[in-house]
């Protein structure tokens, strides 16, 4: 059942409402691409197995209401967007233990007030998208720490 698969994308394929179970044994993932499926309405809680995952992508998941905790287990991702996920009301203060994380895209929020306290634990993030998060009130005293920072859009 497809045991070499490196990439898994679905793009806008509105009917989807649940992810199959098979998935969890394309074990070599390195990139998880789910884009505009705005019916489904569970993610998969086995993340845990996706240990070469570097590429995360949540991109316009209308109806996500938590990210699921498993998501901190994935410690080789470089790279996480969660943008335009509208539904999304926190994030995890778990995604600090993301430490190789280099770009995060968190795009397009208008129901976050304050970023995670312990955003600074991602040491080597160059890339940080907040832009059009609009309900942000503090920011500067939780970017500090992103030394490797380069490019910040808000």
Do not use: H, Q
Request: glycine letters at 2%; aromatic letters at 10%.
């Amino acid at each position: 059942c497809l045991p070499s698969l490196k990439n898994f994308n679905v793009r806008r394929y509105l009917c989807l409402t649940i992810l199959p179970k098979e998935l969890k044994t394309f074990k070599p993932l390195t990139t998880f691409n789910i884009s505009g499926c705005s019916s489904l309405t569970l993610l998969l809680n086995r993340l845990c197995y996706f240990t070469s995952l570097t590429s995360f992508y949540l991109w316009n998941y209308s109806s996500l209401k938590l990210l699921p905790i498993e998501l901190c287990s994935l410690t080789s991702l470089i790279a996480f967007d969660i943008s335009r996920c509208l539904s999304l009301t926190s994030l995890l203060n778990e995604l600090s233990n993301l430490t190789p994380l280099i770009i995060f895209n968190m795009s397009n929020f208008s129901s976050f007030t304050s970023l995670p306290n312990r955003l600074g634990n991602l040491t080597t993030l160059t890339s940080f998208n907040i832009s059009r998060c609009l309900s942000l009130t503090s920011l500067l005293n939780k970017l500090s720490n992103l030394r490797s920072l380069i490019v910040l859009y808000m």
